[in-house]
């Protein structure tokens, strides 16, 4: 026996051997005063006290805390029974070996065997000295008023702290850690079952005994322990499931860093381990991302190279157990750990691991081990969907930053000169200039000297010019030697004339270019908003006047002036005409055509319009379409073209083909209230269901106005009618409103689509854009499919609907009309229960 504490802990030892001794010491005391006595005890009566003690131990409760299940019986209510039964020296003898003999039976240790037996010892000895103290009765064996009842309930108080404070006095020397920390823990719980066992040994010493109760007795004791168990048992379920369910809703994050964290600290609670981490992998350096939160409550992030392939050969979906150092690092103790590897939901591979950690071993149940694999499958998914939202935002700022820069300089390019012009246009009062650059003698430089050289110039000059501009301003390069600088909050035409100078001062210098002193000068164009221009397109075609002007006399600089322009003129009288062009009828529609990717069938079509100018011929919409914003024609020429869209559709569904139409709105149309009222007007009109109608819209203008934007779009939702976000990735997306927005529909730009296979980068964001819209539930909708290629790679990425010139031009409403009755290729039909269209979202929702 006492060779098994040879390697335990100092403190332990002495506290087992503290007890052996003082329990040991009780019973020889009883046996003695047992034997010397007069005491007359009945043996039906030490049997059935012993009896009450071995059931009390069998008919366990176990309750964990951290990595210790503890175990809580019925102990107490048997010894105030058996305080009632038989006299003091008799039930210290009979209690230990009672408990002896049940945890022998049981399969435990022999130390423990002992230990167990010995505390019983003590705790009965002060338990029945209590209730001598307060009931002032040398024998109990009959009720004397309420000091008795007391007393058997102070007995019984006694008997749970001693009984506790032997039981946690070994937790504690064999843990190492505070007695007090072990205490509260489960002091709750112990002093719930302490007053649950009190209140049933009163009431069954209120019952009348004879033969029938007796014979009773065993059935209601296992029925009250059936009720008190399962009350327990139903308590801790819904207090863990209740966890969970708050657990999952704190995982809904798509920020890896903020899932990681909330995993941690739910998990701690969730499986009452004593330290947690999560490890992930960060392919980034190769190694792991590690968080940590141990019992100073407070998460860790730090990153290793180590574990990598140990991570990679756990089992999927296993919960594995192990030995090994203790998370917080500077520690040796030897602790226990349960390692659950986490998954991607797509596929086997291993994201990470969730780690607890146990100060001792833990023996986890079914539905402990169940809770810990479901949490961990909700981890892992919402780890998954945080590092897609983050790999689909990086690839879109890594291709927003090609797209709207230049290779060359680094310099914005036109796309992002055009947005930053349009933002500070939008400033209400704004006063901007902007400054187009040509230089001088650049192409015979370059032919000369050779593409290399001039790169090196074009890379000299970009410099030379953000050296004299603010950080407010913006210089761009708009291809081969021309550069545009914008000036926002341009207080007079001198501060750009300033400027102007600034800029050929520093072109006129001398450029030092592998070894050669390179003269280049440059010319200067100037225009302003809104003194002379009343858009960006305006402000670019007034300032590349100006520039051509200035290169007439090389080197120097020309602000723009109507009186040697006669465009502007002409721009007023197309705004007139187009007016007029709304009451003639003269713009017309042409529709391209949609195709499903999983069988080629026709399943919509989007309305593009076009002016049949009297004179000019037909004019695309890039010529006609501001003019319509900035004339104040923009709710007319909308409801005129969504009327006419709406009648086409009406027209498709007669001729037995159901499919759907697209429309295309402005930031504008979709800050005014009458737009939704305008639509449904136009459905009725031509008894059209509203779900055939696709308003495609773009990221910006979902940005724009928010609420404005938000309001109108809800009224449309609720009619019916199905959003699309147009160009989707070239703007500035939200996830959060695209949720929000309820829309139904992405359209991948024509740029990545075009690209993709050939650009790695582009294939990337279409496949990423592809995968967060299903796992949105929307349909998404490929534009600029110009080859088979390119549609046989979008078919193996799921891709719903494509778009562009393989599969069809835009074509006159007439010309349209016959492709569907000639059923080439395919037409979807009304005949159907759900069109196609349609059914993809359905399924898609349903996952």
Not at 117 to 137: D, E, F, K, Q
Not at 325 to 330: F, H, K, N
Not at 497 to 517: I, M, N, Q, S
Not at 801 to 819: C, E, K, T, Y
């Amino acid at each position: 026996m006492f060779a098994s504490l040879s390697g335990s802990p100092r403190r332990l030892r002495n506290l087992v051997l503290t007890v052996y001794v003082l329990g040991f010491a009780c019973m020889a005391v009883a046996g003695v005063y047992a034997r010397e006595g007069n005491a007359k005890v009945s043996g039906t009566h030490v049997l059935l006290a012993a009896f009450l003690v071995a059931a009390s131990e069998l008919a366990v409760m176990h309750l964990r805390f951290g990595g210790e299940r503890y175990t809580y019986t019925w102990s107490e209510a048997a010894v105030v029974l058996g305080i009632v039964l038989i006299p003091y020296p008799h039930l210290v003898l009979v209690a230990p070996l009672a408990v002896a003999l049940t945890h022998s039976l049981s399969g435990r240790q022999p130390m423990k065997v002992y230990y167990n037996a010995a505390s019983a010892a003590i705790a009965v000895t002060v338990a029945r000295l209590t209730m001598v103290v307060v009931s002032g009765h040398g024998m109990v064996t009959s009720s004397a008023g309420w000091r008795y009842w007391v007393g058997l309930a102070c007995a019984a108080g006694v008997y749970s702290i001693a009984n506790s404070a032997t039981t946690t006095a070994a937790v504690s020397a064999s843990q190492g850690v505070p007695m007090g920390s072990v205490l509260r823990r489960h002091l709750p719980a112990t002093l719930g079952v302490l007053a649950g066992n009190t209140l049933v040994a009163a009431l069954l010493l209120q019952i009348r005994w004879n033969a029938a109760t007796v014979a009773m007795l065993p059935v209601l004791l296992g029925l009250l322990y059936t009720t008190y168990r399962g009350n327990l048992s139903a308590r801790e379920d819904r207090d863990t499931w209740r966890e969970l369910e708050a657990a999952s809703k704190d995982l809904a994050s798509l920020d890896v860093d903020q899932v990681a964290r909330v995993a941690v600290e739910r998990s701690l609670r969730l499986a009452r381990a004593d330290e947690v981490e999560i490890l992930l992998r960060a392919d980034d350096f190769g190694g792991l991302q590690r968080y940590h939160l141990g019992p100073a409550g407070e998460v860790s992030v730090t990153q290793t190279d180590a574990g990598v392939l140990d991570l990679l050969d756990l089992q999927s979906g296993a919960l594995v157990s192990s030995v090994s150092e203790s998370i917080t690092s500077g520690t040796a103790t030897s602790s226990h750990a349960l390692v659950l590897r986490l998954d991607s939901p797509e596929n086997d591979q291993a994201l990470g691991a969730l780690r607890l950690q146990f100060r001792s071993g833990v023996r986890l149940t079914d539905r402990e081990r169940q809770v810990l694999v479901t949490f961990g499958r909700s981890v892992a998914a919402s780890v998954y969907n945080a590092q897609l939202y983050e790999q689909t935002r990086e690839a879109s700022r890594r291709h927003e930053h090609e797209a709207t820069h230049d290779s060359l300089t680094g310099l914005p390019n036109r796309a992002l000169l055009v947005r930053r012009a349009a933002e500070y246009l939008a400033v209400p009062d704004a006063a901007v200039s902007l400054l187009l650059v040509d230089l001088d003698h650049f192409k015979s430089i370059n032919d000369t000297l050779g593409h290399p050289t001039g790169d090196r110039l074009l890379q000299a000059a970009a410099q030379r010019l953000q050296a004299v501009l603010r950080t407010t301003d913006t210089i761009a390069r708009l291809g081969g030697d021309e550069f545009a600088i914008l000036l926002p909050d341009t207080q007079s035409a001198e501060d750009s004339e300033r400027v102007a100078k600034a800029v050929l001062a520093a072109l006129a210098t001398p450029v030092l270019v592998d070894g050669l002193r390179l003269s280049v000068e440059g010319s200067v164009g100037i225009a302003h908003y809104p003194a002379d221009s009343l858009n960006v397109d305006e402000l670019l075609a007034h300032a590349d006047i100006a520039l051509y002007q200035a290169k007439t006399a090389r080197g120097s600089s020309r602000t723009y002036s109507r009186d040697h322009d006669d465009s502007s003129v002409s721009r007023l009288t197309l705004a007139a005409e187009l007016r007029s062009a709304l009451a003639r009828d003269e713009l017309v529609l042409h529709f391209q055509s949609q195709h499903s990717v999983a069988d080629g069938r026709l399943v919509a079509a989007e309305a593009l319009v076009r002016w049949h100018h009297p004179q000019r011929g037909l004019l695309p919409p890039s010529e006609f379409i501001s003019l319509a914003e900035d004339s104040g024609l923009a709710h007319d020429f909308t409801n005129y073209v969504l009327s006419k869209a709406i009648r086409e559709a009406a027209t498709w569904r007669d001729l037995g083909a159901d499919l759907h139409v697209s429309v295309n709105l402005s930031a504008r149309n979709l800050l005014d209230p009458a737009l939704p009222q305008a639509v449904e007007t136009a459905l009725q009109r031509h008894n059209l269901p509203p779900s055939v109608l696709v308003l495609e819209i773009t990221e910006r203008t979902m940005m724009s106005e928010l609420e404005v934007v938000e309001r109108v779009l809800g009224e449309l939702r609720q009619l019916g009618v199905q959003l699309s976000v147009d160009d989707f990735g070239t703007g500035y997306s939200s996830m959060t409103f695209l949720t929000r927005a309820a829309v139904n529909e992405l359209k991948v730009d024509r740029d990545f689509v075009s690209r993709m296979t050939v650009s790695e980068s582009d294939a990337a964001i279409v496949r990423a854009t592809i995968e967060l819209a299903h796992g949105l539930g929307l349909r998404v909708v490929a534009e600029g499919v110009e080859d088979a290629e390119t549609f046989a790679a979008l078919h193996a990425l799921g891709c719903d609907i494509a778009q562009g010139f393989h599969l069809g031009r835009p074509m006159p409403a007439d010309v349209f009309r016959s492709r569907i009755l000639a059923s080439e290729p395919p037409v979807a039909r009304v005949a159907a229960q759900r069109g196609p269209y349609d059914a993809r979202v359905v399924a898609l929702r349903q996952r």
